[in-house]
């Protein structure tokens, strides 16, 4: 039984750098009031990112997980006040793999664990690839390879790839080929 609710509370327990956690008390359309622990997450941006006939990806360690290499599309957290995806996907290509885009297109938004936390994920296709004229500083604690593939091989990422976002963008692209 799905139910209509509102937020009657709401504390900060935890503010990190990535994102918060947040204790929230819900009232339901029936009065009943639960409370659930949410992190909060600006959000973030993916990108396909198709240059000719090849994939750009990046591989970069994550700790959480305990990959030294985890192939992944380009990405970035939305966390420019009051940039919008695109934008925050074109900074981020640049940022990343030193790239730009002449054409861009959406492949929507995902939801990445609505259970608990709010980060939607907003997935791009950028193609007419070509070099920035000056590259942006890449955060100090990034460490990031970039690592091109060629679309042929697009099945074998598919088939070793783990990270969510990236299997999500690719398939979304691959459907978007064969449509």
Known sequence: MSSRFERIANETIFEGKFF???RGTFRHEDGAEVKRENVTHPGAVGIVVLDGDDLIFVRQPR????????????AGKLDEEGEDPLDTAKRELAEEVGKQAAEW???????????????????????????VDERPEVE?????????RPLSDLDAVLAETKDSKTLIALYRFRDRLRG
């Not at 297109?105 to 070099?131: C, K, N, R, V, Y």
Request: proline share 4%.
């Open 63 to 74: 700790e959480a997980v305990g990959i030294p290499d985890l192939l992944e599309i380009v």
């Open 20 to 22: 918060n956690v947040e």
């Open 140 to 148: 100090e604690d990034e460490r990031i390879d970039v690592e091109t």
């Open 105 to 131: 297109e959406s492949l929507g938004s995902f939801l990445t664990t609505p259970g608990f936390t709010s980060e939607e994920i907003h997935l791009f296709l950028a193609q007419g690839i070509s070099d």
